[in-house]
C-alpha cells in the first residue's frame, strides 16, 4: 500500500487525502448550485429535456427526413444538447475554479488544478444523470439503446479531460485579462454552430462538411450518437481523432497551467 | 535540528507598469509603446534558519513583506529566487476558516476544511465532537455557516486548524478574532501545541504577544531582514527605531 500511495503522488502531484478533496468538491459543485431551488439536482433531469423539447419544436419541421434511415430526430438533438452542455459546462466552470477559489489557493497549499478537474468531473456527472432521460427519449421514439452504450463512458471520460485540459489553460487567461471570457464566450457559440448539435451534417454542402468533420467535437458527437443509440455513423478514425485530441489538450493545458502558476498566483 | 532553511530567498511580483484591467488598454498602451513590466520585489535575499520547536515572530511594518513570506513558507508561492527548505507537514493559519464555505454545515465544513488541510477526512470525522465542543457550537453542527455568528465562524476554524499538531504551524495575526473568553481559550491552546515541541511561526503586531511567546524574533523592514535575536533586544531595537 505504501509503495502505491508514494507513486501516486509521485505522478499526479497529488497525494490520497487530495482525493478525497476531489470527492468532497465535485459534491459541493453538483449539490450546491441547486441549494436554494425546489427540485434540487432534479433540475440535471431536467434542464436537457426542457431545452431540447424547445429546440425540437423549432427545428422538427425544418429538419425532418433529413436525417438518414432508422435515425430519429428527438434523441439525435437531445444527444447534441447534452454532449454540448457538457463541454461548455466542464470548460467555463474549470476555468472559472482557480479564480474562484483564489481565495483559498493563497492561503492554503493545496494543488489548484484540484479545483479545475473537480469541475471538469462535476459536469461529467451531471451528463451521466442527462443520459436517464435521453434513454427515456430514445425509447419513446421508438428506439432502443444500442448495445455499444457502454463505449458513452469512454467518451465522456475524454471529454472530462478534453475540458479540464482547456479550463487550466482558460483558468490563467481569465486570472489575466477578464475581458477574454466574453471573447470565449463568442468563440463557444461559433462553436456550436460549426458542430452538428440541432442539424443534421447532410443538410451542409460538401466545403462546409468537411470543416465541421474538422472540428474534434463532431467526432466526439457521431461517436456519442452511434454508440448510444446508433442516431449517427462513426468509424475508428472518430474515436482516434477526439482520443488524441484529449489527451493532448490535456496535456498541455496541465504543462501550461504548471508553468504560469507560480506568476499566476501572485495576481489572485 | 533545522525545520526551515531559507538561503538567499527573494520574491517579486511580476507588475505592468500601469494596471492594465482589460486586452482594450493594454493593446493602446502596447501600440503607443508604454507598456513595460516591472518587478515589484517584495522580499529580497532572505537568509534565516528556524530550528524544531521553535517559536519565531515575525515583525516589521505593513507592506515590509511579511505575508509574502509566510506565503512561501506556507508553500503556497515559491521564492522566485533563492532556495528554501522545508522539513515536515505544515498547518497555515493564514487566515481562519479560508475555505469554509456558508452554504455548507457545519459538519461539512469541518470535513472539507480539514481535507484542504491535507487531512485524512476518515480520521477526522471521528474527531468531529472534540472540535464542535472546543469551539463552543455543538448544538449548530447540522446548520449551514451563514447562520453562524463571525465569532462561532472563528473558533470553528481555530478549532478545526489546530485540532492536529502539525510540525510547523504558521500564523498570521489569527490571535486577535473572537470575544475575551475565545481570546484566553485560543492562547492556551497555542501555548499546549508550543509546549508540545512544534515550531511555530508567527507574524504579529503585537509586540506583548510577540515578547511573551516568542523565543525568536525576525524584523524585516522592506523586504529585509534587518535584526534576528531574542524578543528583548529585537523589540527594543524594533521600538526605539520610532516605529
Given at each position: 500500500?505504501?509503495t502505491?500511495?508514494?507513486?501516486?503522488?509521485?505522478?499526479?502531484?497529488?497525494?490520497?487525502n487530495?482525493?478525497q478533496?476531489l470527492?468532497l468538491l465535485?459534491q459541493?459543485?453538483?449539490t450546491l448550485?441547486?441549494?436554494r431551488s425546489v427540485?434540487?439536482?432534479g433540475?440535471?433531469l431536467l434542464?436537457?429535456?426542457l431545452?431540447s423539447?424547445?429546440?425540437?419544436i423549432v427545428?422538427?419541421?425544418?429538419?425532418v427526413?433529413?436525417?438518414?434511415?432508422g435515425?430519429q430526430?428527438?434523441?439525435y438533438?437531445?444527444?447534441?444538447?447534452?454532449?454540448?452542455?457538457?463541454?461548455?459546462?466542464?470548460?467555463?466552470?474549470?476555468?472559472?475554479?482557480?479564480a474562484?477559489?483564489g481565495?483559498?489557493l493563497?492561503?492554503v497549499?493545496v494543488?489548484?488544478?484540484?479545483?479545475?478537474f473537480a469541475?471538469?468531473?462535476?459536469?461529467?456527472?451531471?451528463?451521466?444523470i442527462g443520459l436517464?432521460?435521453l434513454a427515456?427519449?430514445?425509447?419513446?421514439?421508438?428506439?432502443k439503446?444500442?448495445?455499444?452504450f457502454?463505449?458513452?463512458l469512454?467518451?465522456g471520460l475524454f471529454?472530462?479531460?478534453?475540458?479540464a485540459g482547456?479550463?487550466l489553460?482558460?483558468s490563467?487567461?481569465?486570472?489575466?485579462?477578464?475581458d477574454?471570457?466574453?471573447?470565449?464566450?463568442v468563440?463557444?457559440?461559433?462553436?456550436?454552430?460549426l458542430?452538428?448539435i440541432f442539424?443534421?451534417i447532410g443538410?451542409?454542402?460538401?466545403?462546409?462538411q468537411?470543416?465541421v468533420?474538422?472540428n474534434?467535437?463532431?467526432?466526439?458527437?457521431?461517436?456519442f450518437?452511434?454508440s448510444?443509440?446508433?442516431?449517427?455513423?462513426?468509424?475508428?478514425?472518430d474515436?482516434?481523432?477526439?482520443?488524441?485530441?484529449?489527451i493532448?489538450?490535456?496535456?498541455i493545458?496541465?504543462l501550461?497551467?504548471k508553468?504560469r502558476w507560480?506568476?499566476?498566483?501572485?495576481?489572485? | 535540528?533545522?525545520?526551515i532553511?531559507?538561503k538567499n530567498?527573494?520574491?517579486a511580483?511580476r507588475?505592468?507598469n500601469?494596471n492594465?484591467?482589460?486586452l482594450k488598454t493594454?493593446?493602446?498602451?502596447?501600440l503607443?509603446?508604454?507598456?513595460?513590466?516591472?518587478?515589484y520585489?517584495?522580499?529580497?535575499?532572505?537568509?534565516f534558519?528556524?530550528?524544531?520547536?521553535?517559536?519565531?515572530a515575525?515583525?516589521?511594518k505593513?507592506g515590509?513583506?511579511?505575508?509574502t513570506l509566510?506565503?512561501i513558507l506556507a508553500?503556497?508561492?515559491?521564492?522566485?529566487n533563492?532556495e528554501?527548505?522545508i522539513?515536515?507537514?505544515v498547518?497555515?493559519?493564514?487566515e481562519?476558516g479560508?475555505?469554509?464555505n456558508?452554504?455548507?454545515?457545519?459538519?461539512e465544513n469541518?470535513?472539507?476544511?480539514?481535507?484542504?488541510?491535507?487531512r485524512d477526512?476518515?480520521k477526522?470525522?471521528?474527531?468531529?465532537n472534540?472540535?464542535?465542543?472546543?469551539?463552543g457550537?455543538?448544538?449548530?453542527?447540522?446548520?449551514q455557516l451563514r447562520?453562524?455568528?463571525?465569532?462561532?465562524?472563528?473558533r470553528?476554524?481555530?478549532s478545526?486548524?489546530?485540532?492536529v499538531i502539525p510540525d510547523?504551524?504558521l500564523?498570521?495575526?489569527?490571535?486577535?478574532v473572537?470575544?475575551?473568553?475565545f481570546?484566553v481559550k485560543s492562547r492556551?491552546?497555542?501555548?499546549?501545541?508550543?509546549?508540545s515541541?512544534c515550531?511555530?511561526?508567527?507574524?504579529?503586531?503585537?509586540l506583548?504577544?510577540v515578547a511573551e511567546?516568542?523565543?525568536?524574533v525576525?524584523?524585516?523592514e522592506?523586504?529585509?531582514?534587518?535584526?534576528v535575536g531574542?524578543?528583548?533586544?529585537?523589540?527594543a531595537?524594533?521600538?526605539?527605531s520610532?516605529?
Amino acid at each position: 500500500m505504501r509503495t502505491n500511495k508514494i507513486s501516486l503522488y509521485a505522478i499526479t502531484g497529488f497525494s490520497k487525502n487530495n482525493i478525497q478533496l476531489l470527492r468532497l468538491l465535485i459534491q459541493q459543485e453538483l449539490t450546491l448550485r441547486y441549494k436554494r431551488s425546489v427540485i434540487g439536482i432534479g433540475w440535471t433531469l431536467l434542464n436537457p429535456m426542457l431545452t431540447s423539447f424547445v429546440l425540437w419544436i423549432v427545428f422538427s419541421f425544418l429538419f425532418v427526413g433529413k436525417l438518414e434511415t432508422g435515425q430519429q430526430f428527438a434523441p439525435y438533438l437531445m444527444a447534441g444538447i447534452l454532449l454540448n452542455t457538457f463541454f461548455n459546462q466542464g470548460l467555463l466552470q474549470s476555468a472559472n475554479s482557480i479564480a474562484a477559489n483564489g481565495g483559498v489557493l493563497t492561503k492554503v497549499s493545496v494543488p489548484p488544478r484540484i479545483f479545475a478537474f473537480a469541475a471538469a468531473l462535476a459536469a461529467f456527472t451531471n451528463f451521466l444523470i442527462g443520459l436517464i432521460p435521453l434513454a427515456a427519449v430514445v425509447y419513446i421514439s421508438g428506439q432502443k439503446l444500442a448495445i455499444t452504450f457502454p463505449i458513452v463512458l469512454i467518451i465522456g471520460l475524454f471529454m472530462a479531460f478534453l475540458t479540464a485540459g482547456i479550463g487550466l489553460i482558460l483558468s490563467v487567461i481569465f486570472i489575466r485579462f477578464e475581458d477574454a471570457k466574453n471573447i470565449v464566450n463568442v468563440l463557444l457559440l461559433i462553436l456550436i454552430y460549426l458542430t452538428p448539435i440541432f442539424y443534421p451534417i447532410g443538410i451542409l454542402s460538401s466545403r462546409m462538411q468537411e470543416i465541421v468533420s474538422l472540428n474534434p467535437l463532431t467526432s466526439f458527437l457521431d461517436a456519442f450518437r452511434w454508440s448510444f443509440s446508433n442516431n449517427a455513423t462513426a468509424t475508428w478514425r472518430d474515436f482516434l481523432y477526439l482520443a488524441l485530441v484529449s489527451i493532448t489538450t490535456f496535456a498541455i493545458g496541465n504543462l501550461f497551467f504548471k508553468r504560469r502558476w507560480s506568476k499566476t498566483i501572485a495576481m489572485l | 535540528m533545522r525545520v526551515i532553511e531559507a538561503k538567499n530567498i527573494s520574491f517579486a511580483y511580476r507588475v505592468l507598469n500601469k494596471n492594465h484591467s482589460s486586452l482594450k488598454t493594454l493593446f493602446r498602451d502596447f501600440l503607443k509603446g508604454r507598456v513595460s513590466i516591472e518587478d515589484y520585489v517584495a522580499i529580497s535575499d532572505l537568509t534565516f534558519e528556524i530550528n524544531k520547536g521553535e517559536t519565531v515572530a515575525i515583525i516589521g511594518k505593513n507592506g515590509a513583506g511579511k505575508s509574502t513570506l509566510l506565503k512561501i513558507l506556507a508553500r503556497v508561492i515559491k521564492p522566485t529566487n533563492g532556495e528554501i527548505k522545508i522539513t515536515g507537514q505544515v498547518a497555515p493559519m493564514i487566515e481562519l476558516g479560508a475555505g469554509f464555505n456558508s452554504e455548507l454545515t457545519g459538519r461539512e465544513n469541518i470535513l472539507f476544511y480539514s481535507s484542504l488541510l491535507d487531512r485524512d477526512i476518515n480520521k477526522v470525522k471521528p474527531r468531529i465532537n472534540e472540535i464542535i465542543n472546543w469551539a463552543g457550537v455543538a448544538d449548530h453542527l447540522d446548520y449551514q455557516l451563514r447562520t453562524y455568528s463571525t465569532g462561532m465562524v472563528a473558533r470553528l476554524a481555530f478549532s478545526v486548524a489546530t485540532d492536529v499538531i502539525p510540525d510547523i504551524l504558521l500564523i498570521d495575526e489569527v490571535l486577535s478574532v473572537g470575544d475575551g473568553e475565545f481570546a484566553v481559550k485560543s492562547r492556551k491552546r497555542l501555548n499546549e501545541i508550543i509546549d508540545s515541541g512544534c515550531t511555530v511561526v508567527m507574524v504579529s503586531h503585537d509586540l506583548a504577544t510577540v515578547a511573551e511567546l516568542a523565543n525568536k524574533v525576525i524584523w524585516i523592514e522592506k523586504g529585509q531582514i534587518k535584526m534576528v535575536g531574542t524578543p528583548t533586544e529585537v523589540i527594543a531595537a524594533y521600538q526605539s527605531s520610532g516605529s
